[in-house]
């Protein structure tokens, strides 16, 4: 669970997105991975005859072999980046030991467990069939079973067959390469074109500490933040800029949208003093809907930005642009200033608690439903 002043803590350790060193180096943002994964063999069944003085037939006593260790995936708190996948791709579980004689079977072999941020995704190796999508802590998921022991001698005797002489291998493990995708969990997020005030928003209404400056794409990498307002609490993410063409690589693209795709509404910042408000809402709108995922169908509020850089008249102007190409009456704020803040984060707030009604309102209905 975050706590106020969550995305400060995202810049600490070195399980978190910070530019924390490790080795030497700065450690970055990482949301993606490609790992090879291998569960472990069974182990053989034994042959095995009892043989003790002045018991002529002993019989057989030929142990099973140890089951192989699986793959395990679990989402854990506190992890909030998928950088220790960076240094090691490759994941080899224990195999089971042989059984032995006197009916002794063989050790299980130990799992592998993937540690994981909450929100994380797994595919297989084509990027599109998903495998499991854990949304809760220590949720977890088996990648690869390992294989079975094989029988020993002892498990086929009959009462025909006093003396078998025969016993299973172990199974094998299973292999494959899966990719590891994170998207984080907020309830809202902040979109908008690069230098619309986004970072400045949620450096104003959080604990958050994200990175500020007059050039384009300060921000390079999600930024998260737990929001107050009004005794109540919601998570706001703030993710890079998007401009015209982000969904064909240009920019930073747009694969931080993925970052979003959990949000329960969507907060477009635009920037006022920019020439056409209307416009750089519209090219926003465009790349949200090229991206598909239903970004383009969520909730949201739309606010123009640095009013306090603004005269009354561009206000005006600009509110006018900007209502007719959203179709909706635009908020009006002032990050710096605070003016219009307050009432932004009400009208997010508003659609969080919906959307956590309904969403509670489903899963009393069906316990197994998530959003």
């Known amino acids: 669970m975050l706590y106020r002043g969550a995305s400060a ?12 060193p490790i080795h030497g180096k700065l450690m970055k943002f990482l949301d993606q991975a490609k790992v090879f994964i291998r569960s472990g063999d069974g182990g053989n069944g034994c042959v095995s005859f009892r043989r003790e003085k002045f018991i002529e037939f002993g019989g057989p006593n030929g142990g099973d072999g140890g089951k192989g260790g699986d793959v395990v995936v679990e989402a854990v708190e506190g992890l909030n980046t998928l950088i220790d996948y960076r240094f090691q791709q490759h994941f080899f579980a224990k195999n089971g030991r042989s059984g032995m004689g006197k009916d002794r ?37 088996v990648l690869a079973r390992g294989g079975n022991g094989g029988f020993g001698n002892a498990h086929f005797k009959t009462s025909t067959n006093r003396a078998p002489r025969r016993a299973n291998p ?64 919601f998570v706001l993410a703030d993710i890079p800029g998007l401009i015209e063409g982000a969904h064909e690589g240009v920019g930073l693209g747009d694969r931080f949208l993925g970052h979003i795709e959990r949000c329960r509404v969507l907060l477009h ?11 750089a809402y519209r090219t926003v709108r465009a790349e949200l809907v090229a991206y598909g995922q239903g970004l383009a169908e969520k909730p949201e509020i739309v606010a123009l930005n640095k009013a306090d850089a603004m005269t009354a008249a561009a206000v005006r102007q ?15 704020l002032s990050a710096v200033s605070g003016e219009g803040v307050p009432e932004a984060l009400r009208a997010l707030l508003k659609v969080v608690e919906d959307a956590r009604r309904r969403a509670s309102e489903r899963r009393a209905e069906n316990p197994a439903w998530y959003p």
Do not use: W
């Open 105 to 141: 079977h063989g050790a299980g072999g130990a799992d592998v467990v993937l540690k994981v941020p909450v929100g994380t995704q797994i595919y297989e190796e084509d990027g599109e069939t998903l495998i499991a999508d854990l949304t809760e802590p220590s949720e977890r998921a």
């Open 9 to 20: 803590a995202l810049r600490c350790d070195r399980r978190l997105p910070a530019e924390a």
């Open 170 to 233: 172990g199974q094998p493990g299973e292999e494959r390469t899966i990719r590891l995708r994170l998207k984080l969990i907020a309830d809202a997020g902040i979109v908008g074109l690069p230098n619309a005030g986004k970072s400045t928003f949620l450096a104003a209404v959080s604990a958050a500490k994200p990175k500020i400056a007059d050039y384009p794409f300060t921000t390079l990498n999600p930024q998260l933040g737990v929001v107050e307002i009004d005794g109540r609490e």
């Open 269 to 279: 910042l635009v920037d006022g003093t920019a020439e056409d408000a209307g416009a």
């Open 318 to 332: 600009q509110v006018g642009r900007l209502q007719q190409a959203a179709r909706q009456l635009p908020l009006v």
